[in-house]
Each structure stands twice: as structure tokens, then as C-alpha cells.
């Protein structure tokens, strides 16, 4: 089985920082990676898939990066709408599927 | 758009079995794109993917909750069920339901099943 780690688990940040949120695949995953974020009572929202393709209506904010093991998500400028939790999900062994730990970002 | 909608009780006793069933709209269940799928987060945790199956009744499931689960799916009324047995306060969480295309593109509001006495 495909095992997903993120780091930090969770990190604060300000309006306006960069933000980079780091995933690791236990083993080679091509770009079988997408991000989602989850506020609070809702449902995830895919953001990215295939590593680096930004889901329709996603602000170009929201960007990612990698392929085999290491993958990033990275924010540019964080709003305030962007405080939220953060999973990484592969799909190399699908349709079974793995999400990470998650990431939440908070206010600093 | 598809849109998922998740439905059964949300309170199970410990031993039973929880039953729910996604209601998919906006698009047909029997679409060649998609696999349906059963994702759960207990309070406070993160996503667990439960299993996912095909139009044709092909099933996934994580190996964790394999002998446990049962996913089915009624094409006749374009939804698609969960079953999970043996139920225990382990099991207390938001169930979703969602499309899965490689990722999970559509997602139900989650559905709350508290496993108590």
C-alpha cells in the first residue's frame, strides 16, 4: 500500500505570506497527486490534481509542483479565505486511493 | 454538475451494521468516466478512503476495512450504498460519498453516523 505524509501537520501564517505545504509518496507516484481543501463542516474541495493542474474556478494562487515521491502545494499570497486544512491524495494505485494526514493553516 | 447526496441513519448501535446510500444527480451513475466512493474522517481526524466501484458492480476496498465492507450499486436508481458490520465507536464519523475520476471531483455534504448504545 501507498503511504502519504505531509509536513508541517500544521503551520501559521499571516494575509499576504507564501505558503508551501510538502506531501511524500512511500513510493513513486509519476504525478498521480492532487490537494484538496476542507474548512471546517464542509466537504473537501479538489484544488489541484495531477500535481500541478488547477482545478476549474481554483484561484491561480493555488499552485503545485513534483512527481514521483516529493510533491509541494504552494499559496502566494494567503487570504483570508485560505484558512483551512490541506490533504494530499494519490491515485496511482486507483481506484484505491490515499490521502495524506492533512496540513491546517491557521492565523498567525 | 453532479451533485451527491448522502442518506441513512445517524446512529448506529455497536455490533450492527451502518447502512447508507448516496442519491447521485445531474449525471448518470452508469457514466463509463467515473468510479463512486465512500470516503469517512472521524471527528477531529483526517480522510479515509473506505472503497470505490464501477457502474458494471466492480468493488475496491481498503484492505483495513475489507471484511467489513460492502459497497453496491442500483443503477436503476442511480445511487450507490455503503454496508459496514461490526460496528464499533471507531466507526463514529462524517461519511462522504463522491466521484472519483483519479480524484474525488464531487462530494456529498457528508453525512454525521455516531456508533453508540
Known amino acids: 500500500d501507498i503511504q502519504m505524509t505531509q509536513s508541517p501537520s500544521s503551520v501559521s501564517a499571516s494575509v499576504g505570506d507564501r505558503v508551501t505545504i510538502t506531501c511524500r509518496a512511500s513510493q513513486g507516484i509519476s504525478s498521480w497527486l492532487a490537494w484538496y481543501q476542507q474548512k471546517p463542516g464542509k466537504a473537501p474541495k479538489l484544488l489541484i490534481y495531477?500535481?500541478?493542474s488547477l482545478q476549474s474556478g481554483v484561484p491561480s494562487r493555488f499552485s503545485g509542483s513534483g512527481s514521483g515521491t516529493d510533491f509541494t502545494l504552494t499559496i502566494s499570497s494567503l487570504q483570508p479565505e485560505d484558512f483551512a486544512t490541506y490533504y494530499c491524495?494519490?491515485?496511482?494505485?486507483?481506484?484505491?486511493?490515499?490521502f495524506g494526514p492533512g496540513t491546517k493553516v491557521d492565523i498567525k | 454538475q453532479l451533485q451527491l447526496q448522502e442518506s441513512g441513519p445517524g446512529l448506529v448501535k455497536p455490533s450492527e451494521t451502518l447502512s447508507l446510500t448516496c442519491t447521485v444527480s445531474?449525471?448518470?451513475?452508469?457514466?463509463?468516466?467515473?468510479?463512486w466512493g465512500w470516503i469517512r474522517q472521524p471527528p477531529g481526524k483526517g480522510l479515509e478512503w473506505i472503497g470505490s466501484?464501477?457502474?458494471?458492480?466492480?468493488?475496491y476496498y481498503n484492505p483495513s476495512l475489507k471484511s467489513r465492507v460492502t459497497i453496491s450499486v442500483d443503477t436503476s436508481k442511480n445511487q450507490f450504498s455503503l454496508k459496514l458490520s461490526s460496528v464499533t465507536a471507531a466507526d463514529t464519523a462524517v461519511y462522504y460519498c463522491?466521484?472519483?475520476?483519479?480524484?474525488?471531483?464531487?462530494w456529498g455534504q457528508g453525512t454525521l453516523v455516531t456508533v453508540s448504545s
Open positions: 463522491a466521484s472519483l475520476h483519479d480524484y474525488a471531483d464531487y
Open positions: 445531474g449525471g448518470s451513475i452508469s457514466s463509463s468516466s467515473y468510479y
Open positions: 491524495q494519490q491515485a496511482n494505485s486507483f481506484p484505491g486511493i490515499t
Open positions: 466501484i464501477y457502474y458494471s458492480g466492480s468493488t
Open positions: 495531477a500535481a500541478s
